[in-house]
């Protein structure tokens, strides 16, 4: 039976990461960050394996060649060895944007933005599956990239990922609300992590602080976001439902009265998430500036189930509507 080049990629990653994890008593997660940095360079950089291991990934190593694959056959490959290694250490920061949700920004990003040539941010940037999503589906355009977690390890699992792809991206190993050395972007990408941010007196320089006790993470996330973000910039928010519903929306309806204009709320299919709870919507917002007019009408929708094409054709119709009566150039 014939494998597809995922699976065959899925396969060299797997059986590689594990026996760096067997040998040398690392986490799958730590061994898999090694095994791809050793496919990037073409070498075993770990000395300290045996002589039999080495052998044993240097033919899985020979095996692959990372440039008969396609940027997505690589990232999609990664992905699956990641998600695998996450199922064995779940720990509540390191959840993964589903692919679905990751295309369907890169197609917003791709309508609202007409610049050939942008720079893009993602201040959440875990192991860097939206943000090379949404630079896969670019075509032709030149991206000035940028990634920030405070993770080591998911920044690593990044650097590998996007070195994999041949993404251009620059990441900080940060707390990603402290002061950021990067300019400001044309593009915010965010799946937000949400919680409470436990840094008060970090929390204390945002807006968006919470009166009493801690702060929403995701509301200082978006904060800063904005503070990175050019006037007429738009970010992409992964956002929880009830974000507009927690006795801390006044205050975020008041920051945006401010800062920028809401452009559109899709709530996601609910088939995505495992109870109603956790279920999400990506938020479009777009900072205020000179000549930046609000538009209309805020773009409002319920994704159908990304399978009922039919459904899904018919709201990127009213989408392209949308954006033709609607969007700022």
Same mark, same amino acid.
């Given at each position: 039976?014939?494998?597809?080049?995922?699976?065959?990629?899925?396969?060299?990653?797997?059986?590689?990461?594990?026996?760096?994890?067997?040998?040398?008593?690392?986490?799958?997660?730590?061994?898999?960050?090694?095994?791809?940095? &050793?496919?990037?360079?073409?070498?075993?950089?770990?000395?300290?394996?045996?002589?039999?291991?080495?052998?044993?990934?240097?033919?899985?190593?020979?095996?692959? &060649?990372?440039?008969?694959?396609?940027?997505?056959?690589?990232?999609?490959?990664?992905?699956?060895?990641?998600?695998?290694?996450?199922?064995?250490?779940?720990?509540?920061?390191?959840?993964?944007?589903?692919?679905?949700?990751?295309?369907?920004?890169?197609?917003?990003?791709?309508?609202?933005?007409?610049?050939?040539?942008?720079?893009?941010?993602?201040?959440?940037?875990?192991?860097?599956?939206?943000?090379?999503?949404?630079?896969?589906?670019?075509?032709?355009?030149?991206?000035?990239?940028?990634?920030?977690?405070?993770?080591?390890?998911?920044?690593?699992?990044?650097?590998?990922?996007?070195?994999?792809?041949?993404?251009?991206?620059?990441?900080?190993?940060?707390?990603?609300?402290?002061?950021?050395?990067?300019?400001?972007?044309?593009?915010?990408?965010?799946?937000?992590?949400?919680?409470?941010?436990?840094?008060?007196?970090?929390?204390?320089?945002?807006?968006?602080?919470?009166?009493?006790?801690?702060?929403?993470?995701?509301?200082?996330?978006?904060?800063?976001?904005?503070?990175?973000?050019?006037?007429?910039?738009?970010?992409?928010?992964?956002?929880?439902?009830?974000?507009?519903?927690?006795?801390?929306?006044?205050?975020?309806?008041?920051?945006?009265?401010?800062?920028?204009?809401?452009?559109?709320?899709?709530?996601?299919?609910?088939?995505?998430?495992?109870?109603?709870?956790?279920?999400?919507?990506?938020?479009?917002?777009?900072?205020?500036?000179?000549?930046?007019?609000?538009?209309?009408?805020?773009?409002?929708?319920?994704?159908?189930?990304?399978?009922?094409?039919?459904?899904?054709?018919?709201?990127?119709?009213?989408?392209?509507?949308?954006?033709?009566?609607?969007?700022?150039?």
């Amino acid at each position: 039976m014939q494998i597809s080049p995922v699976e065959e990629l899925f396969t060299v990653f797997n059986e590689t990461a594990l026996i760096i994890q067997e040998e040398l008593e690392y986490s799958y997660l730590e061994a898999l960050a090694l095994t791809g940095e &050793n496919i990037f360079q073409e070498a075993i950089l770990q000395e300290e394996l045996s002589e039999l291991n080495k052998k044993r990934l240097k033919k899985l190593y020979e095996s692959v &060649n990372l440039s008969k694959y396609s940027k997505e056959e690589l990232r999609k490959s990664f992905q699956l060895v990641i998600l695998k290694g996450m199922k064995e250490n779940t720990q509540p920061n390191h959840q993964m944007t589903p692919d679905t949700i990751g295309m369907f920004i890169g197609y917003l990003v791709q309508k609202f933005n007409t610049a050939t040539h942008f720079r893009l941010i993602d201040l959440a940037v875990g192991t860097a599956n939206l943000l090379t999503t949404v630079m896969n589906h670019q075509p032709d355009k030149q991206i000035s990239a940028y990634g920030v977690d405070v993770d080591d390890l998911l920044l690593q699992l990044a650097y590998v990922n996007a070195n994999m792809q041949e993404q251009p991206i620059e990441f900080f190993n940060q707390d990603s609300l402290e002061h950021l050395f990067i300019d400001p972007a044309d593009i915010i990408v965010s799946d937000l992590p949400v919680g409470y941010y436990p840094n008060d007196i970090r929390a204390n320089d945002y807006q968006l602080k919470a009166d009493t006790g801690h702060s929403y993470a995701h509301h200082l996330f978006i904060e800063q976001s904005i503070n990175y973000l050019k006037e007429g910039g738009y970010a992409f928010f992964v956002i929880p439902n009830n974000l507009f519903e927690t006795e801390q929306a006044p205050k975020l309806h008041a920051y945006f009265k401010e800062t920028v204009h809401i452009q559109g709320i899709l709530q996601l299919p609910s088939t995505l998430f495992v109870n109603k709870q956790s279920a999400k919507s990506i938020l479009i917002l777009q900072k205020r500036g000179n000549d930046i007019k609000a538009p209309k009408q805020v773009l409002l929708a319920n994704v159908p189930s990304f399978s009922n094409m039919k459904a899904m054709e018919k709201v990127l119709g009213e989408l392209e509507t949308w954006i033709k009566e609607n969007k700022n150039d």
